[in-house]
C-alpha cells in the first residue's frame, strides 16, 4: 500500500467503495486523513464498516470542513449529469479528485521521485500495459503494473529506488487527476467510446489528451497515429515543443516506431536505425498487437531499456488472459481465448489475424451487431451463435457464411472442435471472439473465458 500522506490530518470525503474504493480509503487512512467514505449501494459500506472503514451518508455531511471528495472513477463526474456527492462539493468549492490524482501527489513528495509510465487509449490499453511491465522486468527493473488494469493504484508497493510504476489510465481516472504527470505517456489510439460519460467526442479526446499533454518535464509522450483525433493531438504536442514518439502500423514514418509487413522499425531522420521482427510471436499476433507492441517498445526505450533487451522481452511475452489467448493446439487446431471482444471493433482485431475461422460468436449484442465486420467474413469457414444474439447474427450473416446456432458456449465448442479437426485445413483456428457482452449468460467477460479455456482442455 502506498499511505497517502498529503491529507494527512486532513477531512476527506470518499464516495465509491468497489475495489479501488476500498483500496484508496486504506491508503488514506494509513496517512493520517480523516474520511468518511459513502456508496450508494449498501453492500458496500456494509463490507468498508466491516473492513474498520469509517461511513456515514455523505447528504449529512458538513462539507464547509471537508478538504476534497474522493471520487470512484466509475462515478459520473460530468455527464450524463454529475452525481449527487459531486454536485454537493462543488457547490461547497471542494476539489473532486481519484486515487491516480492522490498517487502523483505523493510521487511529487518522494525524494527520488520514481518512474511513471501511463497509459490510455480506447482500444489495447491492459496489452500494452502488461507488455510494457514485462519489458521492464525482462530489463531487471521492479515494474509495478497497476491502475485500471489490475491492482488499483494506492494498493501497490511503496516507493523505493529501482521500481517503475506502470499504470493503465481510463477517461474516467484521466478526468479525476487533473496533475497528472507521467514519466513516459502513451496515447494508442481514439475512436468513439463512453460517450454516454464524456457527452461527445471532442470531450473525450480532450481528456485523454491531458495524459500526454502533461508528461513531467523531460519526459516523453508516446502517440498512435493512425486515426485523425490521435494525428491532431500529435501535431499539437510536436508544434508545442514536445517529445513526441509517433507509432502507425499503416504508414512508414520519418521518425516514429512503424509496422513494415511483420517488422517493428525504428526509424529516426529517414534512416531505420533498429528492426524487430514479430512473426512467430503469438501474443502479438495482428497489426493492433503491433500497435501495442510498438508503444510499448517506445516507452520501454524511453525508461532506458536497450533495444535488444526489449526484443527479448517481446519474444518471452505471455499475452493476457482473455485477449486473443492461445489456449491449447490440438493436433493442427489452435484454439483462441478473445472473450474480451465485447463488440464488432474488438472482434475485428481478431479477425483480421487469422484464416480459416471456425468463429465462435453471440452474447448480449452491443449496437450494430456483426454487421461492422462483413468485410471478414471470407475469412470465416463457419460460425457458432450463442447466446441472446444468436438470431439477428444468424440474419446478418445469412447465406455469406456457413453457421450454425449453438445456443451455449458448451455446445458451440465442441461443434467448432469437431469440424474444423474434420476440415482437412493445414491451420484451422477455432476462435472464440464473441463481439457480444457476456450478460445474458455469464457474469462477466473473463468467466465466459475461463468457461471457454476450461471446455477446450476437457476435449480428447
Known amino acids: 500500500m502506498i499511505p497517502v500522506t498529503t491529507f494527512k490530518d486532513r477531512r476527506v470525503a470518499l464516495f465509491g467503495l468497489g475495489g479501488s474504493g476500498l483500496a484508496t480509503a486504506r491508503a488514506l487512512m494509513a496517512g493520517g486523513?480523516?474520511?468518511?467514505?459513502?456508496?450508494?449501494?449498501?453492500?458496500?459500506?456494509?463490507?468498508?464498516?466491516?473492513?474498520?472503514?469509517?461511513?456515514?451518508?455523505?447528504?449529512?455531511?458538513?462539507?464547509?470542513?471537508?478538504?476534497?471528495?474522493?471520487?470512484?472513477?466509475?462515478?459520473?463526474?460530468t455527464h450524463p449529469v454529475p452525481h449527487w456527492s459531486v454536485r454537493m462539493a462543488k457547490s461547497a468549492g471542494v476539489e473532486v479528485i481519484g486515487d491516480i490524482e492522490l498517487f502523483c501527489r505523493e510521487r511529487r513528495l518522494a525524494t527520488r521521485r520514481p518512474p511513471?509510465?501511463?497509459?490510455?487509449?480506447?482500444?489495447?490499453?491492459?496489452?500494452?500495459?502488461?507488455?510494457?511491465?514485462?519489458?521492464?522486468?525482462?530489463?531487471?527493473?521492479?515494474?509495478?503494473?497497476?491502475?485500471?488494469?489490475?491492482?488499483?493504484?494506492?494498493?501497490?508497493?511503496?516507493?523505493?529506488?529501482?521500481?517503475?510504476?506502470?499504470?493503465?489510465?481510463?477517461?474516467?481516472?484521466?478526468?479525476?487527476?487533473?496533475?497528472?504527470?507521467?514519466?513516459?505517456?502513451?496515447?494508442?489510439?481514439?475512436?468513439?467510446?463512453?460517450?454516454?460519460?464524456?457527452?461527445?467526442?471532442?470531450?473525450?479526446?480532450?481528456?485523454?489528451?491531458?495524459?500526454?499533454?502533461?508528461?513531467?518535464?523531460?519526459?516523453?509522450?508516446?502517440?498512435?497515429?493512425?486515426?485523425?483525433?490521435?494525428?491532431?493531438?500529435?501535431?499539437?504536442?510536436?508544434?508545442?515543443?514536445g517529445n513526441v514518439v509517433r507509432v502507425s502500423v499503416r504508414e512508414a514514418l520519418h521518425d516514429g516506431i512503424w509496422l513494415d509487413g511483420e517488422t517493428l522499425?525504428?526509424?529516426?531522420?529517414?534512416?531505420?536505425?533498429?528492426?524487430?521482427?514479430?512473426?512467430?510471436?503469438?501474443?502479438?499476433?495482428?497489426?493492433?498487437?503491433?500497435?501495442?507492441?510498438?508503444?510499448?517498445?517506445?516507452?520501454?526505450?524511453?525508461l532506458g531499456l536497450a533495444p535488444e533487451i526489449i526484443a527479448a522481452g517481446m519474444r518471452s511475452f505471455p499475452g493476457l488472459a482473455h485477449r486473443m489467448e492461445q489456449v491449447r493446439t490440438i493436433r493442427n487446431v489452435l484454439f483462441v481465448n478473445d472473450s474480451k471482444a465485447t463488440n464488432a471493433d474488438a472482434a475485428e482485431r481478431a479477425l483480421t489475424s487469422f484464416d480459416d475461422i471456425f468463429w465462435i460468436a453471440g452474447g448480449k449484442p452491443k449496437e450494430g451487431g456483426i454487421t461492422p465486420l462483413k468485410p471478414w467474413f471470407p475469412r470465416i469457414r463457419k460460425a457458432y451463435l450463442i447466446g441472446v444474439a444468436a438470431e439477428d447474427f444468424a440474419a446478418t450473416l445469412g447465406g455469406e457464411v456457413p453457421h450454425e446456432i449453438s445456443g451455449t458456449l458448451e455446445v458451440a465448442v465442441a461443434a467448432a472442435a469437431r469440424d474444423a479437426a474434420a476440415s482437412g485445413l493445414a491451420h484451422p483456428v477455432v476462435l472464440l471472439s464473441p463481439a457480444c457482452a457476456s450478460f445474458d449468460q455469464f457474469r462477466n467477460f473473463e468467466v465466459r473465458g475461463d468457461a471457454f479455456r476450461t471446455l477446450v482442455n476437457a476435449l480428447r
Open 265 to 302: 522499425v525504428v526509424s529516426e531522420e529517414g534512416e531505420r536505425i533498429y528492426e524487430l521482427p514479430l512473426a512467430g510471436i503469438g501474443s502479438l499476433r495482428g497489426a493492433h498487437n503491433a500497435q501495442n507492441a510498438a508503444a510499448a517498445f517506445a516507452s520501454a526505450r524511453a
Open 33 to 77: 486523513a480523516d474520511i468518511i467514505a459513502w456508496d450508494d449501494n449498501i453492500e458496500a459500506v456494509e463490507k468498508a464498516d466491516d473492513a474498520d472503514i469509517p461511513t456515514g451518508d455523505l447528504r449529512s455531511l458538513e462539507w464547509g470542513a471537508v478538504d476534497a471528495l474522493v471520487l470512484a472513477p466509475g462515478v459520473p463526474l
Open 116 to 241: 511513471m509510465a501511463a497509459i490510455t487509449g480506447t482500444n489495447g490499453k491492459s496489452t500494452t500495459t502488461a507488455l510494457l511491465a514485462h519489458l521492464m522486468k525482462v530489463g531487471g527493473r521492479d515494474a509495478q503494473i497497476g491502475g485500471n488494469f489490475g491492482p488499483a493504484i494506492l494498493g501497490l508497493e511503496p516507493f523505493k529506488q529501482g521500481q517503475v510504476y506502470v499504470i493503465e489510465c481510463s477517461s474516467y481516472q484521466i478526468d479525476l487527476a487533473p496533475s497528472l504527470d507521467p514519466s513516459v505517456g502513451v496515447l494508442l489510439n481514439l475512436s468513439p467510446d463512453h460517450l454516454d460519460r464524456h457527452g461527445d467526442m471532442e470531450h473525450y479526446a480532450a481528456v485523454k489528451e491531458r495524459l500526454v499533454a502533461q508528461v513531467e518535464v523531460g519526459g516523453t509522450a508516446v502517440v498512435g497515429v493512425d486515426d485523425p483525433w490521435c494525428r491532431a493531438i500529435a501535431e499539437r504536442l510536436i508544434a508545442a515543443g
